[in-house]
């Protein structure tokens, strides 16, 4: 062999290499696209892998492990009930309804904290009341009551 016979060897050799590893990333980026398609719940279908992937349909054709692994993301997507526009709506129901649950939540708490300020101030008014009044208990609690049966009314 003389010294152009063997660099065109060595470029073939190279050629060829390069042209392996080159398939080799279109394989992975088809597996990714596939795993990717999965996730988003979307179909898996020849011509979705290969425009995900940037590769061709032969190409995927000519390789029988992603054909496999097609077919099986496939297969696996048809058996998978799809989400329906029903289900999606009632999610949205719950998620309205949560909403409006912890609204309602906080308004009651802001309504305890307000009605136990009241009660802290009537409380604080009735031993006023008591301390300066000539009525008995009895009777301070009969006019007290009478009062807050009318302030209930005129809220009313």
């Known amino acids: 062999m003389d010294a152009s016979t063997t660099t065109k060897h060595t470029r073939s050799d190279q050629c060829r290499k390069n042209a392996q590893a080159k398939s080799e990333q279109k394989r992975q980026a088809a597996l990714a696209a596939i795993q990717e398609l999965r996730q988003e719940k979307r179909p898996v279908t020849r011509s979705a892998v290969a425009r995900r992937a940037g590769v061709s349909?032969?190409?995927?054709?000519?390789?029988?492990?992603?054909?496999?692994?097609?077919?099986?993301?496939?297969?696996?997507?048809?058996?998978?009930?799809?989400?329906?526009?029903?289900?999606?709506?009632?999610?949205?129901?719950?998620?309205?309804?949560?909403?409006?649950?912890?609204?309602?939540?906080?308004?009651?708490?802001?309504?305890?904290?307000?009605?136990?300020g009241k009660q802290r101030e009537i409380d604080r008014l009735y031993g006023k009341l008591a301390a300066a009044s000539p009525l008995t208990d009895a009777e301070m609690r009969s006019a007290f009551a009478s009062a807050l049966a009318r302030l209930a009314q005129q809220e009313r």
């Open 57 to 116: 349909v032969v190409f995927l054709r000519s390789h029988p492990d992603l054909l496999q692994a097609l077919e099986e993301a496939e297969q696996q997507h048809r058996l998978t009930p799809p989400e329906s526009a029903a289900d999606k709506g009632k999610d949205q129901v719950i998620a309205a309804l949560r909403r409006r649950l912890e609204e309602m939540k906080q308004q009651n708490a802001s309504k305890d904290q307000e009605l136990r």
